[in-house]
């Protein structure tokens, strides 16, 4: 439960910030073209994407040396701080180029206390798991996306019907959007009561009193070949899928209100409904690669995804879809091409050493974003000035392409299932 509540809170404000690229963006580029704009905020959100490879480092080592509870702790307060700052920026009518420079400077934060959570998360919960059941148990950690998003959604829209439209973008303290920042302490302040009674990992206790605790994680990891090209391999593999997923479910929200012309209340309802399915796939994911291996099981969730992202998308972007059609495609691109991240926890903590698994696990998953987080501002940027005639093959052929990537660095790695931790 506390792996699940503090990876639910990472998504929580990773989310809420895509969810306000469309309405913000006026706010801090004003005056300019709606495409720059609206690509300028994804860039400056995107950074903390970038930053999660740097926390993952950061965090990682510090779950190896002094425990995986207490570096869950510590990213845990940093996400819900930095949330509730956030919605006290000043907007560029009120202080210029420095609201950009703290917007940056803030969500560089939150990426840099994200990045720490996920390996934190997940390591501690496939350590305290059964052999056989490792990947379920990795996959309901997971789940903590879908739950954190449909949540996040949630409370923009409560809060939209609340303040009202015209009211929700404006540099304003009263402001919806700052609003929905300053909630995000809560949750936060729940994980951590949670997580006081959470058992640190059973293995990194036993390695602690064998006095096997590795004292420069990061220097081991990249100093031994085994490990060095361990890493090497899944980082690759990560940055196939993070690509994949930054042009599914992370461009979703860009997508349907601009390009699709959906309304943003029902932009919101279609991505929880599509959010909620890819809970279903995490599950089943894991608990097929728990009966066939890692290996089967991320071939058959990358097939998949590559085979509907053009046919999907298409049916998102044509003006002549209902409502009913373009929520079942995008139910459908969400459980396809972003399932297979329910295996992600496991498949990751299985291919490190204990001593060194924290480092590994936040690393690898983390460093994935730094390229494969620009999907969607790659998509739109090929699209160019006619996005509604591009932009299809850009992001279909991206998704593709990062299917590809990512199922071949899984042909190159070992099949963990049945490794000993």
Do not use: C
């Not at 409370?155 to 009202?164: E, N």
């Not at 196939?240 to 992370?250: D, R, V």
């Not at 099949?415 to 000993?420: D, I, L």
């Amino acid at each position: 439960m506390g792996g699940l509540f503090g990876w639910m809170m990472n998504i929580w404000d990773l989310t809420i910030m895509v969810l306000l690229v469309v309405p913000i963006s006026s706010l801090f580029f004003p005056g300019i073209n709606e495409y720059f704009a609206i690509t300028g905020t994804i860039s400056i959100y995107l950074a903390t994407s970038v930053f999660r490879a740097a926390g993952g480092f950061i965090f990682g080592r510090l779950g190896d040396i002094i425990g995986r509870k207490k570096s869950m702790e510590i990213t845990l307060i940093g996400i819900g701080v930095s949330s509730l700052l956030t919605g006290l920026i000043p907007t560029y009518s009120q202080a210029g180029i420095l609201s950009f420079v703290l917007l940056v400077i803030l969500r560089i934060a939150t990426g840099l206390f994200a990045g720490g959570e996920y390996g934190n998360s997940a390591v501690i919960v496939v350590e305290n798991a059964p052999k056989n059941r490792r990947g379920v148990w990795g996959a309901l950690t997971q789940i903590g996306f879908p739950i954190g998003f449909i949540l996040a959604a949630s409370t923009y829209l409560i809060v939209l019907s609340i303040v009202g439209a015209n009211n929700f973008a404006t540099p304003s303290y009263t402001a919806g959007w700052r609003m929905v920042f300053w909630i995000g302490i809560i949750p936060a302040i729940a994980g951590l009561i949670i997580r006081a009674s959470l058992p640190e990992s059973p293995l990194w206790e036993k390695m602690k009193e064998n006095r096997g605790i590795e004292n420069s994680p990061l220097r081991s990891l990249f100093g031994n070949k085994i490990t060095r090209n361990t890493f090497i391999n899944s980082w690759i593999g990560m940055t196939g899928f993070a690509l994949a997923y930054w042009l599914t479910a992370g461009f979703l929200p860009t997508l349907l209100p601009t390009y699709a012309k959906t309304s943003s209340a029902l932009s919101l309802m279609i991505l929880m409904v599509a959010l909620a399915s890819s809970l279903f796939a995490y599950i089943i994911v894991g608990a097929v690669s728990d009966r066939i291996g890692r290996k089967k099981a991320i071939y058959i969730f990358s097939i998949l995804g590559a085979a509907f992202a053009l046919p999907t998308l298409y049916l998102i972007l044509n003006p002549g879809s209902s409502l009913l059609i373009i929520a079942l495609s995008a139910s459908v691109l969400t459980f396809t091409a972003t399932g297979v991240w329910g295996i992600f926890p496991v498949y990751l903590s299985e291919k490190f050493p204990t001593q060194l698994r924290d480092t590994g696990v936040g690393s690898t998953f983390n460093s994935g974003f730094i390229i494969g987080a620009w999907g969607s501002t790659f998509a739109l940027m090929l699209a160019g000035a006619d996005p509604h005639k591009y932009l299809l093959w850009a992001a279909g052929g991206l998704i593709i392409l990062g299917l590809i990537i990512a199922a071949s660095s899984v042909f190159f790695a070992k099949e963990t299932r049945e490794a000993e931790m």
